[in-house]
């Protein structure tokens, strides 16, 4: 379990995809992001772009500034294995699900084919989280809507609580008036 969540540590959203960068993938293999790369280089038609991108320089920076912070904060928990800093490297390839699973393909190795099962299984654990929370959001809408229900019904309540307060507040006045006219038996 330790290892998946390793994993989805690893997971980034860019472009409104689930990706995971070259050089954590190669970490994960036990091989050089440069042996990686080498590698879908040789098969590049096996990865359109949904299921392989390169990052642009603005994409990266941020994403490093966010992986700089996270292993600030979880330092204590996980040993993580990013670089802080590559100089004199090309930008680096974002694999989306689809992606990773395409890797298994060309990177035949025991280590690499159960690395490959235990990132599927944190993506569908992530994916499981994300329905959970939808599921959330849908059931807090519902409580919502029934709360504005309720709203309406208390406040015709109250209205008619209102009005019956009102009627013996002046039943009250009418039998408390002055009487004027002849009044016997006094």
Same mark, same amino acid.
């Given at each position: 379990m330790q290892i998946i969540q390793s994993i989805q540590n690893r997971i980034y959203t860019l472009r409104g995809e689930r990706v995971m960068l070259d050089f954590d993938l190669? =970490?994960?293999?036990?091989v050089e992001t440069r042996v990686l790369n080498q590698a879908v280089k040789r098969n590049i038609k096996r990865?359109?772009?949904?299921?392989?991108?390169?990052?642009?320089?603005?994409?990266?920076?941020a994403l490093r500034l966010h992986i700089d912070t996270s292993t600030q904060s979880m330092s204590s928990q996980i040993v993580m294995t990013y670089p802080i800093r590559r100089p004199n490297t090309a930008l680096p390839l974002a694999f989306t699900e689809q992606g990773i699973a395409m890797l298994s393909g060309i990177l035949n190795s025991d280590?690499?084919?159960?690395?490959?099962?235990?990132?599927?299984? =944190?993506?569908?654990?992530?994916?499981?989280?994300v329905l959970q929370q939808q599921d959330i959001k849908e059931q807090l809408r519902e409580i919502k809507e029934r709360l504005s229900e309720h709203d309406v019904q208390l406040s015709q309540i109250y209205d008619a609580m209102e009005n019956i307060l009102d009627e013996k507040a002046s039943q009250r006045k009418w039998d408390e008036r002055n009487r004027i006219g002849f009044k016997p038996n006094e």
């Amino acid at each position: 379990m330790q290892i998946i969540q390793s994993i989805q540590n690893r997971i980034y959203t860019l472009r409104g995809e689930r990706v995971m960068l070259d050089f954590d993938l190669a =970490a994960l293999y036990e091989v050089e992001t440069r042996v990686l790369n080498q590698a879908v280089k040789r098969n590049i038609k096996r990865f359109p772009d949904d299921f392989m991108f390169q990052l642009t320089k603005k994409e990266f920076e941020a994403l490093r500034l966010h992986i700089d912070t996270s292993t600030q904060s979880m330092s204590s928990q996980i040993v993580m294995t990013y670089p802080i800093r590559r100089p004199n490297t090309a930008l680096p390839l974002a694999f989306t699900e689809q992606g990773i699973a395409m890797l298994s393909g060309i990177l035949n190795s025991d280590k690499a084919i159960n690395m490959n099962i235990n990132i599927m299984r =944190a993506f569908v654990a992530i994916r499981k989280i994300v329905l959970q929370q939808q599921d959330i959001k849908e059931q807090l809408r519902e409580i919502k809507e029934r709360l504005s229900e309720h709203d309406v019904q208390l406040s015709q309540i109250y209205d008619a609580m209102e009005n019956i307060l009102d009627e013996k507040a002046s039943q009250r006045k009418w039998d408390e008036r002055n009487r004027i006219g002849f009044k016997p038996n006094e």
